[in-house]
């Protein structure tokens, strides 16, 4: 497991650091929330621990830009900071648990257990996307139906991921336009439609039930009929 800490405290911040190599975690540590916004985007943490008075980008704010690009890594702030409305800040701010100074390191261990525990189960049960006998593997990047492989270009395994994240609902041509691919893509283009016409193709032909329909004026949605 590596960890990532945001304290501007040195002596507090030794303090965890080897409390937590000590359990055999890896840990860095960011003195300052520019700092640790820069390690977080280098690195992949599987938690981070935010102090919330920190210089230059505070807890809060930091935890939002984390929440920006990445949903998933669990976020524990740990902070001298105790009312509700503090508290309520930073899980609106996208936190998953508030620890308050000062603690226990076997409480702030027992903690960073249970997010991280979570966080590995969630991560091993989101890596496949399935629906009806089609599986999508996130981690291999391959696509089968009925236990047979089916080869997809990068921009056909793009689009189906999009689709199967957005399984039962519609799907604009805007939407897929931004997500998919470029924003500068041309939308009047039928490059779209023909993508779709290939996955068709390869998905759908001879298998039941179809799964890639076309809601005429609005876009398109992956659901079993």
Not at 54 to 62: D, E, Q, T, V
Not at 145 to 167: C, M, N, P, S, V
Not at 196 to 202: D, E, T
Request: aromatic share 8%; net charge negative.
């Amino acid at each position: 497991m590596k960890l990532l800490l945001v304290e501007d405290e040195p002596k507090l911040a030794s303090f965890i650091q080897k409390g937590f190599q000590n359990e055999g975690y890896e840990l860095d540590v960011a003195f300052d929330g520019q700092m640790g916004l820069s390690l977080f985007r280098q690195n992949s943490y599987d938690l981070i621990v935010l102090d919330v008075n920190l210089p230059y980008i505070n807890g809060f704010a930091l935890c939002q830009l984390i929440r920006a690009d990445n949903a998933r890594v669990p976020v524990l702030m740990l902070t001298a900071l105790d009312s509700l409305e503090d508290k309520t800040q930073g899980f609106e701010a996208g936190a998953d648990d508030y620890l308050v100074k000062p603690f226990k390191f076997q409480e702030l261990l027992l903690r960073a257990r249970a997010l991280t525990k979570r966080n590995a189960t969630e991560a091993s049960v989101k890596r496949t996307l399935r629906m009806a006998d089609l599986e999508l593997n996130l981690e291999s990047k391959t696509v089968t139906r009925a236990g047979q492989r089916i080869d997809l270009t990068a921009k056909e395994y793009a689009l189906l991921e999009h689709l199967l994240l957005h399984r039962g609902k519609i799907v604009s041509r805007v939407d897929i336009t931004e997500k998919v691919w470029e924003l500068d893509f041309d939308t009047n283009t039928n490059v779209i439609d023909v993508y779709i016409s290939h996955l068709r193709r390869k998905l759908d032909k001879g298998h039941e039930p179809k799964l890639i329909h076309t809601v005429v004026g609005m876009g398109y949605v992956m659901r079993e009929e």
